[in-house]
C-alpha cells in the first residue's frame, strides 16, 4: 500500500477532473474581484449592529457558499468515477493484474480523500489571502482570526468540518454508484444528493442528521452543541465509509481485467 499510494495519487493529481474540483475552492476570488464593484449585488455580507467579522466565519461563510453551488459535488462525483472507472471502461485494467486489488482500492479511495483536505487547504489559503488583503479593511470586518465568542468559533469550525465530511460522504457514495450506473445517472444522482443535503441543512430535523451538515444547526446553539454536532457529523460519516466502502471494494475486487 505504502509504495502502491504515491504513484496512484500522482495519477489522480494529473486528471483534468481533480482541477476542475480544485478550481471550486477558490470561490472567494470572485467576492475579491466584485468587492472593488460598490453597486454590486454579489455576495453581499450583512453583519448584526455592534459585531465585526473575523476570518474564521468569512472562511466558513464561503465555504458553505460554494458547497451550495452544487457544481463543487458534480465535479467531485465526476472525478471519483474517472479514478474508479477509467481503467474499466478504456480496458486497461490488466494494468493492475499483479497487484492486489484491495490495495488498489484503497490507494484511489485514499488518494481522493487527500484531494479533498487539498481542497480544504486551497480554500483556507484563498480566503485568507483575500480576507487580509481586502475584508478586512472594510467596516464591518476585524482582522482577528477567531471570533472573540468561543461558541461562534466553534461554530464556524463545526461548518467547515461538516462540509467537508459531506465531500467524504459524497466521494464514497459516488465510489459506489460508478459500479453499478453509467456516469449520467451517477452525475444525476450527485445533483439530487446535493439537493436533499441542502434541503435537510437548511429545514433540520431528525431526517437532516442523516447527513453530516444536518448537524450545523446544532451547532449554534453552543459550545458544548458545536462539539456534539462534530462529534455526530463524523459518526455518521464513519458509518457511510464503512458500509459503503465495503460495497465498492468488493464490487471492485471482482471486475474482470
Request: proline share 2%.
Given at each position: ?21 480544485l478550481a471550486f ?94 481542497f480544504l487547504g ?39 468540518v461538516a462540509i ?94
Amino acid at each position: 500500500m505504502k509504495n502502491l499510494f504515491p504513484a496512484v495519487f500522482d495519477s489522480v493529481w494529473k486528471r483534468k477532473e481533480t482541477k476542475i474540483y480544485l478550481a471550486f475552492a477558490c470561490f472567494p476570488l470572485i467576492y475579491l474581484v466584485a468587492s472593488f464593484f460598490g453597486d454590486s449585488n454579489f455576495y453581499q455580507i450583512q453583519v448584526e449592529e455592534g459585531l465585526k467579522l473575523p476570518f474564521i466565519e468569512f472562511w466558513s461563510m464561503f465555504f458553505e457558499g460554494t458547497d451550495s453551488l452544487i457544481l463543487p459535488t458534480m465535479a467531485l462525483f465526476f472525478l471519483t468515477i474517472s479514478v474508479f472507472k477509467r481503467e474499466v471502461d478504456d480496458h486497461t485494467l490488466f494494468l493492475y493484474k499483479d497487484l492486489n486489488r484491495k490495495q488498489i482500492f484503497w490507494a484511489k479511495y485514499w488518494s481522493l480523500i487527500v484531494i479533498i483536505l487539498v481542497f480544504l487547504g486551497i480554500s483556507f489559503l484563498v480566503s485568507l489571502g483575500v480576507f487580509y488583503t481586502r475584508v478586512i479593511h472594510m467596516d464591518f470586518a476585524t482582522a482577528a482570526f477567531f471570533n472573540s465568542i468561543l461558541a461562534d468559533t466553534l461554530a464556524s469550525a463545526t461548518v467547515l468540518v461538516a462540509i467537508s465530511l459531506k465531500a467524504v460522504v459524497s466521494m464514497t457514495i459516488a465510489s459506489v454508484l460508478c459500479f453499478y450506473w453509467n456516469t449520467g445517472a451517477t452525475l444525476v444522482s450527485a445533483i439530487a444528493l446535493s439537493i436533499v443535503m441542502l434541503i435537510t441543512t437548511a429545514t433540520g430535523g431528525p431526517i437532516g442528521l442523516l447527513f453530516p451538515t444536518g448537524y450545523q444547526k446544532m451547532a449554534w446553539t453552543g459550545s458544548r452543541a458545536a462539539l456534539l454536532a462534530i462529534a455526530g457529523a463524523s459518526i455518521v460519516t464513519l458509518f457511510y465509509v464503512l458500509v459503503l466502502t465495503h460495497i465498492s471494494r468488493k464490487k471492485f475486487s471482482q471486475l474482470e481485467f
